[in-house]
């Protein structure tokens, strides 16, 4: 009889397969089972010699197969068939059994899984997995939320399979309910500010400069070695330098709209819901709504003058400029996805670890970046700064970048180039670092036509001006 397994895999398109590829590489034994067992088969045909797996095309062969308490991860759609898989599973789990749903599940749906299953004595939980394809395979950033006494079964499996930095795993427990989908889901919204800002510099690149990709890809070769140093910055060179069987760079090829599947639009949704100034990610989502209507895009280029701006190479220095933008506008983009964990933590009673979170986000994610361990240092400071921006190291390097950033930002408008990431992350470190700004006439104006009331400078409580009265003001608390 062939020994239990270790895990059980259930769901084996690219992460699933690769993820239990990636644990039965590490030595653990990996129960798979697929919807469809075509996917089944591929696995063990082509890749069943890396390790002890035990293939299974029913549910309750495979459940059967792994080692009780059994710890199965769910790898499939995001949604409706995590609720399908679960319903199916639950008739063949028993007490203290683990479902750790691995995929991209919005946190709201994870809390009541959580919940859900907890009533059901079974153990749930949600674990954001960053790394794609390759990361699956080769060891991801995870982000596991649940109980402790549940995510420390696991723990020996997951921090092996995980990717390692300076010999730690990127992988550490992040707390209880749907945390652990949350943080996820403010890493992808970080993944977008993160792109759109790279597509940014890119444009001005090609548009204003008159750069091809190849030149363009040289350009973000050399950033990979600063302070810009990331995986990002490193695929962004390879995608530019990549030609198609024309021999022509394929990226001019691509077309020009951004699909998503939600988890930068759920970012942007729970920081309005908690009243976070979430404005580089939540422009990033914009920016690829707006990529999206390609059909009105090229009837509006038709009927709207732009300028025409006369193509110059750049110097050195303009390139040093598009940097020093990216740069700045990245640490807004992530000091406020920071500002929001800490908000959601308040918000919904979790114990996140920030100075982990960033310590684990240094390798296997999509957003691994060196900039990262200057993250992780400020929160192991202790010097609790409301906002990164205020720490040290990142108010020295934004305060740097600062002239360029906005020459930066004046040569794209002038130019008709949008640059909504860098734009907005300019205005709002621009809104940050004025004690008073204009919101005292926006009190005034709700006041006038909603008696909302104000408060003043000069005395405590709240106030009433009768507007189309006699003007007088009176005090309502
Ligand atoms: N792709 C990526 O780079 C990353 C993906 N993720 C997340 O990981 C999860 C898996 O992603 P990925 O590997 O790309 O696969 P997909 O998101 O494309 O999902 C395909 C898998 O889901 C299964 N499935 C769909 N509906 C059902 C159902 N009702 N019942 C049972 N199984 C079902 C499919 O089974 P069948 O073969 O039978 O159709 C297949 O195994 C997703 O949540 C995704 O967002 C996270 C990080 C990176
Ligand atoms: O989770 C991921 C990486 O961390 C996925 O690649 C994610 O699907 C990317 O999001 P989108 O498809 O919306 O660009």
Redesign the pocket.
Known sequence: MQELADIGVF??????ANLARNAARKGFGVAVF???GA?TDELISEHGSEGRFTPSKDIAAFVASIKRPRPIII????G??VD??IEELIPYLEEGDIIID????LFTDTNRRFHYLTGKKLRFIGMG?????EGALEGPSMMPGGTLEAYQRIEPIVTKMAAQVDGEPCCVYIGTEGSGHYVKMVHNGIEYADMQLIAEAYDLFKTVYGLSAPEIADIFADWKTGDLDSYLIEITAAVLRKTDSTGKPLVDSIVDEAEQ?GTGRWTAQSALDLGVPLTSITEAVFARALSGRRAHRIEAEKLLPHPEFPKRKPTAADIEAVKDALYASKIVAYAQGFEQMTAAAKEFGWELKLGEVSTIWRGGCIIRAAFLNRIREAYESGVAAPNLILQDYFRDAIVKAEPSWRKVVSLAIEAGVPVPAFTSSLAYYDGLRRARGPANLLQGLRDYFGAHTYARLDKPGKFHTRWSQDGSEVQTS
């Open positions: 769901g084996l398109a690219v992460m699933g697929n919807r469809n996917r790898m499939v759609k995001a409706q068939p399908d898989v691995g995929g991209n599940s997995v960053s790394g794609g394809e599947k």
